[in-house]
């Protein structure tokens, strides 16, 4: 089996070689062959065999070997630093609790081991000599670019909700379409997700929201979506009745996602950076619709959802952050001053759009504000949030994608400072407490205060961050 990414690793050939020559029947199976027959790079190589686990040992013996799911039929071999699963033919039956089957029966028929998988595309098997084994007309709907259950989809639903997810994340992943039949049982069946668990649901969305077809995906399946995320419901279709939009409230979210780089914290930022809009939402006398206090609804909102889907913290803190700041002017016009305060209440206003002219007023007072949020922020969330406010814009009507060249000379901009010897923070400055004390300043608060003061003066470029113009500042009379 050949595909752009290269060919099979010698190490599965490998293991498909020995199965075989200790008389098992072996073969790569489900998203290799997917990938594969795609022209992807496959993310891992699963091997299903006819063999038993404890055969499988036996031919891998003096491998290293890990017994990850021993009862369920799966030993993890790892041949040449490669780990690859491999599973015995089985069948499931049963599902009572809609997630996982009641009972697990070995079986020596391949195609009864390919009929127990989710989707046709993912039920192909394909031999050592690269003979594809697809049972399901699994080729087919690769080259018509479906997604579509094996056997009937209600059926297949019932036994797995997750399978409904399952099935909207390869689509938004390929960008296929699901087909009617599938995409029928996944909406009458949405509510069995709320039996899934969080963390399962939680891998599988942000794997859809980090596909190509992800804008598509959302905007076409929000209902289903809804029911692990049900805050997206009110963004549905809720006119934001101004001349910046030319898409609800969803509609507008899901464009940011697209216009995102696909990686899991900005996109999850994306999706979420105005889910606080619909409790936001104002008319006035005019008739225009306004969202005043809206991120700084949204970041919390964000931090509860992300709770919920068991997150991490680490993860929950850097979306819900960007997602608070997502509106924050870091490019004020001049007149506007930089708020000291990142707490500042924040409105829907597109002030970024406003390219201030690079005056040393405004550049000094811009480089101020960078260097503010790279202290808060780390210059890794910085450039996310550059690239969060980017695709905020473009999801815009296009009338106002100015935010993005005021994005892009942002970034020229922090680059220069990040050139600069660091100084973000009270520990980046050339002196201490301990300096302040040899100049005779007492033990007490009034070091804090001064170093806050000298960094302040840094930060605004009053003062060079030089041990000896910095002693010289704080030099008492
Ligand atoms: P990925 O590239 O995301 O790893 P994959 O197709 O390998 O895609 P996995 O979740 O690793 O997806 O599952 C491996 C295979 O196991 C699938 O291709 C499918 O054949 C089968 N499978 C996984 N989960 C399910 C499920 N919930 N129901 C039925 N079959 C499943
Ligand atoms: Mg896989």
């Known amino acids: 089996m050949q595909n752009e990414g290269g060919t099979v690793p010698a190490s599965a050939r490998e293991a498909l070689s020995r199965l075989s020559a200790a008389g098992y029947a072996a073969f790569l199976v489900g998203g290799c062959v997917r990938d594969s027959l795609l022209g992807r790079?496959?993310?891992?190589?699963?091997?299903?065999?006819?063999?038993?686990?404890?055969?499988?040992?036996?031919?891998?013996?003096?491998?290293?070997?890990?017994?990850?799911?021993?009862?369920?039929?799966?030993?993890?071999?790892?041949?040449?630093?490669?780990?690859?699963?491999?599973?015995?033919?089985?069948?499931?039956?049963?599902?009572s609790d809609h997630r996982h089957p009641d009972a697990v029966a070995f079986t020596p028929s391949l195609t009864e081991d390919l009929a127990r998988r989710d989707f046709t595309v993912n039920a192909m098997a394909c031999s050592l000599a690269g003979e594809i084994i697809d049972p399901f007309g699994g080729q087919a709907d690769l080259g018509k670019r479906i997604i579509r259950c094996v056997g009937d989809p209600y059926k297949r639903f019932e036994e797995d909700a997750l399978r409904i997810l399952r099935a909207l994340r390869f689509a938004a992943q390929l960008d296929f379409e699901i087909a009617p039949a599938t995409a029928a049982a996944a909406h009458a069946l949405r509510?069995?997700?709320?039996?899934?668990?969080?963390?399962?649901?939680?891998?599988?969305?942000?794997?859809?929201?980090?596909?190509?077809?992800?804008?598509?995906?959302?905007?076409?399946?929000?209902?289903?979506?809804?029911?692990?995320?049900?805050?997206?419901?009110?963004?549905?279709?809720?006119?934001?009745?101004?001349?910046?939009?030319?898409?609800?409230v969803l509609g507008h979210s899901a464009a940011a996602v697209e216009a995102t780089p696909p990686e899991p914290i900005l996109r999850w930022a994306a999706l979420l950076h105005d889910v606080g809009k619909p409790a936001c939402f104002t008319v006035d006398e005019e008739g225009r619709g306004h969202f005043y206090g809206h991120a700084k609804r949204?970041?919390?909102?964000?931090?509860?959802?992300?709770?919920?889907?068991?997150?991490?913290?680490d993860t929950v803190n850097r979306v819900s952050t960007l997602v608070e700041l997502h509106d924050y002017p870091i490019d004020p016009p001049v007149e506007a001053g930089v708020p000291d305060s990142l707490d500042k209440s924040q409105t829907d206003g597109l002030v970024a759009s406003r390219m201030p002219s690079p005056t040393s007023a405004a550049s000094s007072a811009e480089e101020r504000a960078i260097?503010?949020?790279?202290?808060?922020?780390?210059?890794?969330?910085?450039?996310?949030?550059?690239?969060?406010?980017?695709?905020?814009?473009?999801?815009?009507?296009?009338?106002?994608?100015?935010?993005?060249?005021?994005?892009?000379?942002?970034?020229?901009?922090?680059?220069?400072?990040?050139?600069?010897?660091?100084?973000?923070?009270?520990?980046?400055?050339?002196?201490?407490?301990?300096?302040?004390?040899?100049?005779?300043?007492?033990?007490?608060?009034?070091?804090?205060?001064?170093?806050?003061?000298?960094?302040?003066?840094?930060?605004?470029?009053?003062?060079?961050?030089?041990?000896?113009?910095?002693?010289?500042?704080?030099?008492?009379?």
Not at 59 to 78: C, D, M, P, Q, S
Not at 298 to 313: N, V
């Open 191 to 248: 509510g069995s997700l709320e039996l899934v668990s969080l963390e399962r649901i939680a891998v599988e969305l942000t794997k859809l929201i980090c596909g190509p077809a992800a804008r598509r995906i959302i905007t076409e399946y929000w209902e289903i979506l809804a029911v692990p995320l049900p805050e997206l419901a009110p963004m549905a279709g809720l006119d934001q009745r101004n001349k910046y939009h030319c898409f609800d």
């Open 298 to 313: 949204s970041g919390p909102m964000a931090r509860e959802i992300l709770t919920r889907l068991r997150f991490d913290h």
């Open 371 to 477: 260097r503010k949020l790279i202290g808060k922020l780390g210059v890794e969330d910085f450039f996310r949030l550059l690239d969060l406010k980017r695709a905020d814009s473009l999801a815009h009507h296009p009338d106002y994608w100015g935010r993005v060249k005021a994005c892009d000379r942002l970034e020229v901009l922090a680059r220069e400072i990040l050139a600069q010897p660091p100084c973000f923070r009270v520990t980046d400055l050339q002196i201490d407490g301990n300096d302040l004390i040899a100049l005779g300043y007492p033990v007490g608060p009034e070091i804090g205060r001064t170093l806050n003061a000298l960094l302040e003066a840094v930060l605004s470029g009053e003062l060079p961050n030089e041990r000896e113009a910095l002693l010289t500042k704080c030099k008492r009379r």
């Open 41 to 95: 790079t496959p993310g891992d190589w699963d091997i299903t065999t006819a063999a038993l686990p404890e055969q499988v040992e036996a031919v891998f013996a003096g491998e290293r070997i890990i017994e990850t799911g021993l009862k369920h039929g799966t030993v993890t071999v790892l041949l040449e630093g490669l780990p690859l699963e491999i599973t015995t033919f089985r069948t499931e039956t049963g599902y």
